[in-house]
């Protein structure tokens, strides 16, 4: 008989990073963030691709390795689920995050000069997998919710950077 493994913790996140350049830009530097020669290559710190997709589009798998500033290590495995060029991507979890995510390019219209603005925005539905965060979330639960907003506010600066070089 196999152990019944209990459920993860789940965490549902948004966040939101407010950029200097069009979405045209950013969506040229998710694609080559994400492209196999880029592969241990970031702008965002804490976040390094190990296994990049060979190309961007549904079906294809990745793996990140996730740094939290509280010194533990996520490995995420992701498989598109669907992509809009220029829009979207949308994926699903497995690993030590299990769940699903959506990136979002988002033009912003009312700031246009000087080459525009954009956002992304970020959806994860995840649960943790690992027994650890699972055993300790009861206490630890908004300690994980400021490491997830550390990393993210990190990437959201290196891309702002890598868009101004």
């Avoid at 740094?67 to 829009?87: A, C, E, K, M, Q």
């Avoid at 970020?122 to 300690?143: G, I, K, Q, S, Y």
């Avoid at 506010?153 to 101004?164: N, S, W």
């Amino acid at each position: 008989m196999a152990a019944l493994r209990a459920p993860g913790r789940h965490y549902s996140f948004v966040s939101r990073w407010t950029l200097p350049a069009s979405a045209e830009r950013c969506w040229a530097e998710i694609e080559r963030m994400l492209k196999p020669a880029a592969a241990g290559v970031s702008w965002w710190p804490g976040v390094a691709l190990v296994e990049p997709p060979e190309a961007l589009r549904a079906g294809e798998r990745m793996m990140l390795v996730v740094r939290s500033p509280l010194g533990y290590r996520l490995r995420v495995h992701l498989t598109i689920t669907d992509v809009i060029p220029g829009r979207s991507i949308a994926a699903a979890s497995h690993g030590d995050l299990r769940g699903s995510g959506l990136l979002e390019v988002i033009p912003d219209a009312s700031n246009v000069d000087a080459g525009g603005a954009a956002s992304i925005v970020f959806h994860w539905d995840v649960a943790t997998e690992r027994r650890w965060m699972n055993a300790t979330a009861f206490a630890l639960r908004p300690v994980f919710q400021h490491a997830h907003a550390s990393v993210m506010r990190t990437g959201e600066r290196g891309l702002v950077r890598a868009l101004e070089g």
